[in-house]
């Protein structure tokens, strides 16, 4: 099993528009991040995990020419906004791409996109998808057996996948006691949120490293990077079993 993280950055990506500070300026090819996303892969499955601004780049750096199904962790626009690349993949396959997302998001994906989900008299190209829900407990999309579980995300809500001994959380605040029971033990390897300093809708990286500790995760990878985060200097600020994550980066999973 392997993880590619395709973008490793929070809402604004890095370099933010406009911006002079020392990390937005920085020659460090690892501090330079689009928006979050990730692909899994086991077997002959491949899952992307949101589309974000930057997907098409993202998915044509990685040297990606397939994927099997997406799945949404939420709708906010840095993991959505990607969403009418997905027309290129039906170019090749001809096949409408499965798309999994929690039921009461259906109705959010079609106002965004509503031109992919009404007739709109339009006669180019739109994604062709099978929306699909996201059910309350693991489902499984070819070799990849899927563990979601809801988190409390500002007003929304965010769901994280355990998929084998691999968790990918995003966008979240906490989890609660019950999930963390529930998860305890079984994580290998953990990519999770965000960036240093305070948040009201996300969990920042002291409370990332406790919940690491508490789901006795033994290899945890901190992504949705701000512009506060240096990859090589901040590498010290954090404990050894942690790491920043960055765009490209490959997981070897157990
Ligand atoms: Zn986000
Ligand atoms: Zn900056
Ligand atoms: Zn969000």
């Not at 999994?100 to 994604?127: C, I, Q, S």
């Amino acid at each position: 099993m392997r993880a590619i993280v395709l973008g490793s950055g929070t809402s604004a990506g890095v370099p933010v528009i406009g911006c002079d500070c020392s990390i937005c300026q920085s020659d460090d090819p690892k501090n330079k991040r689009t928006r979050s996303s990730i692909v899994v892969e086991k077997g002959k499955t491949r899952i992307l995990i949101d589309t974000a601004p930057e997907m098409r780049i993202q998915i044509v750096n990685a040297g990606i020419r397939s994927i099997d199904a997406v799945m949404y962790t939420h709708l906010h626009a840095d993991h959505s906004a990607g969403f009418d690349d997905l027309r290129a993949f039906w170019f090749h396959s001809k096949e409408n791409m499965p798309v999994y997302l929690r039921d009461y998001y259906m109705a959010e994906l079609k106002k965004r996109f509503y031109y992919a989900f009404e007739n709109t008299g339009y006669l180019g190209a739109v994604p062709q998808t099978d929306l699909r829900d996201i059910p309350d407990n693991s489902f499984r999309i070819g070799d990849i057996e899927v563990e979601p579980i809801d988190l409390p995300h500002g007003n929304v809500s965010s769901t994280a996948f355990l998929m084998g001994s691999f968790a990918y959380a995003t966008d979240f605040k906490r989890f609660s006691p019950e999930q963390i029971a529930n998860w305890r033990g079984r994580i290998h390897t953990m990519v999770s949120g965000i960036h240093f300093g305070s948040h009201n809708t996300h969990s920042v990286i002291p409370e990332t490293v406790a919940l690491f500790e508490e789901l006795e995760v033994k290899r945890g990878i901190i992504t949705h990077l701000s512009h506060d985060v240096d990859y090589e200097k901040h590498q010290n600020d954090i404990p050894h079993h942690c790491e920043f994550a960055y765009d490209g980066m490959i997981i070897d999973l157990p």
